[in-house]
Nanobody
Framework: QVQLVESGGGLVQAGGSLRLSCAAS????????MGWFRQAPGKEREFVAA?????????TYAGSVKGRFTCSRDNAKNTVYLQMNALTPEDTAVYHC????????????????WGQGTQVTVSS
């Protein structure tokens, strides 16, 4: 069992930056692929980023965030991060992290474990 708690959301002006954190409890954090997805009001859940287990040498990003967002992990702290730069109002959403032993499950929004999310609001 893995429990995930996100933090770091807030209100930021367009062009600004935020760094989200996702703290995981449970065993063998380093073996899990991790990722982020978001959901805006009235919209479907959207994949944002994923990072492989272990050292996190592999990442995948949605086209809408590539070049602006960076996903990383610190296995010693059982934490995964999402650095978000050049934010736009279209990035406004609740951001959730996810964990799964299968990387493809994260990319396909089928992660076994999900956090409650943190709100990100970008003003124009």
């Amino acid at each position: 069992q893995v429990q995930l708690v996100e933090s770091g959301g807030g209100l930021v002006q367009a062009g600004g930056s935020l760094r989200l954190s996702c703290a995981a409890s449970g065993r063998s954090f380093s073996t899990y692929a991790m990722g982020w997805f978001r959901q805006a009001p009235g919209k479907e859940r959207e994949f944002v980023a994923a990072i492989t287990g272990g050292s996190g040498g592999g990442t995948t990003y949605a086209g809408s965030v590539k070049g602006r967002f960076t996903c990383s992990r610190d296995n010693a702290k059982n934490t995964v991060y999402l650095q978000m730069n050049a934010l736009t109002p279209e990035d406004t959403a609740v951001y959730h992290c996810a964990a799964d032993t299968g990387y493809i499950n994260i990319v396909r929004l089928r992660g076994a474990y999900w956090g409650q999310g943190t709100q990100v609001t970008v003003s124009s």
